[in-house]
């Protein structure tokens, strides 16, 4: 089996994340105002859609991995649902983005419909798209290679989106702000189903399940709760995702209320997505030199420092603010292609336990944790906000705030440091890798 991937597949690979955050980032940084500011939904109600979609995940995840598990055609058993699903994906963003003429109910009906159907399909897209980081190769640390390619060619999609989506929206609306989201998710869908369908070309399964496995689904699901790498990475996924929605969906509201110049939101993102970017090809070689729980572990405290201390700054001192910030996303940076990586050697550490791969099963963790994260985090942005009383498109009282402030810095913080105490747990270092390598290459060989 090849272990080194080329230039061309690694690129392949990372391209498709680009697409999904084409539309991933408009959910993650601007549904929430737009569902208060421009659909004219209150952030109560908009913080319970979020949640109560969760629900449904929870059965639509595994059930993804399950599906997926079991497919088998002649392009293998993930790479299938990036062609299948990227055209349902692409219209379902329009559709979320869209403000059709109904009252306060049928608002709060459409807008839960479309946002429910839309996470439905990026679980049915992306969850194959990132089991299939982990069967292009078996070698643990080319993986962290190509999950690197992966997030720089990601954040690249997010730098695009939160640096040009205001603006865009602006354009293409002429002064009618639903027009011109609903333009914009138009552009941003073309260039996202595009970007699937080189990915689907360009890309390869290599790793397949041992030939001798049987389907056993309450086995598969009874090995992965008994696989504590697993467990422990899906409780730090859904802390971790819960910490990006809250406070990357509340920096809108900073930069509009606390801030005073909403346009200079894009700014922000753009040069925190840049120090991202600059950083994250230092995840494998930090890796490979410290251990992947070790990098994740440091990240999560010393990002978590940076990101309570933009409580501080008053809203005349940007510079500060954008220091921090920069220094947060630095030190956040390593870690991002590692919670991918390591679910990948949770893969790996069941079948060399068990000696049964349940690759998308395992992959699962990773998509729920991502939207559970999201719903949860956004449920309690859309809280917190009416808690706080805030109040949409009018001035805002201290109290207000203060709550826009702490989600923007002390609770994403807290959060965020927390997972360094559940990484203790996660027992995969780089011996145990090497081993499970050479044993599972030695088993597959004799196949």
């Known amino acids: ?65 399950i599906i997926a598990d079991r497919t088998n055609t002649r392009w293998g058993k993930f790479r299938p649902y990036i062609l299948w699903m990227a055209v349902p994906y692409s219209v379902l963003a329009v559709l979320t983005f869209s403000t059709p003429d109904l009252g306060p109910t049928g608002k709060v009906i459409y807008a839960g419909v479309t946002y429910f159907l839309l996470m439905t399909v990026f679980t049915a897209i992306n969850l194959p798209y990132s089991s299939l980081g982990a069967v292009m190769t078996s070698d643990s640390y080319e993986r962290a290679g190509l999950n690197s390619y992966r997030f720089i060619f990601a954040f690249i999609g997010q730098l695009v989106v939160t640096g040009s989506a205001l603006s865009l929206a602006l354009y293409f609306g002429n002064g009618d702000t639903a027009l011109g989201y609903q333009y914009t998710l138009t552009l941003f869908a073309i260039i996202s189903f595009a970007l699937f369908m080189i990915t689907f070309k360009t890309t390869k399964e290599r790793v397949k399940p041992p030939k001798e496995q049987k389907q056993n689904l309450l086995l598969d699901i009874k090995n992965l709760f008994k696989n504590k790498p697993w467990v422990t990475l899906f409780f730090v996924g859904i802390i971790s995702f819960v910490m990006f929605a809250m406070q990357n969906l509340t920096i809108a509201y900073y930069f509009k209320y606390y801030i005073g110049r909403e346009s200079d939101v894009q700014l922000f993102n753009v040069i925190g997505t840049i120090a991202l970017i600059l950083v994250i090809p230092l995840s494998k070689p930090l890796a490979k030199k410290f251990g992947k729980r070790n990098v994740f572990l440091a990240s999560s405290l010393i990002s978590g420092m940076f990101f309570m201390l933009l409580y501080i700054p008053g809203n005349d001192n940007i510079i500060s603010i954008y220091i921090l910030n920069i220094l947060a996303k630095m030190t956040y940076a390593p870690a991002v292609p590692l919670l991918w990586t390591m679910l990948a050697d949770a893969a790996d550490y069941s079948e060399w336990k068990t000696g049964r791969r349940s690759t998308g099963l395992t992959f699962s963790a990773a998509t729920f944790a991502q939207k559970a994260g999201w719903g949860i985090g956004g449920a ?68």
């Not at 309690?380 to 207000?400: C, D, H, K, R």
Request: glycine share 8%; charged share 15%.
């Open 380 to 447: 309690l942005a859309g809280w917190i906000l009416a808690f706080y009383q805030f109040e949409p498109n009018m001035v805002q009282s201290e109290t207000s705030l203060m709550g826009i402030k702490l989600m923007i810095s002390v609770f994403p913080g807290i959060l965020y440091m927390s997972t360094s105490i559940l990484l203790f747990f996660y027992s995969i270092d780089h011996k145990t890798c090497l081993m499970m390598q050479k044993d599972l290459e030695a088993r597959r060989a004799k196949e």
């Open 1 to 65: 089996m090849r272990m080194k991937l080329s230039l061309k597949e690694k690129i392949g690979y990372g391209l498709g994340d680009t697409a999904s955050h084409f539309v991933w980032d408009m959910v993650g940084f601007w549904i929430l105002i737009f569902y208060t500011d421009t659909f004219g939904i209150s952030a109560a109600a908009a913080g319970t859609i979020m949640l109560i979609a969760r629900v449904w995940d929870m059965i639509s995840d595994p059930l993804m991995g």
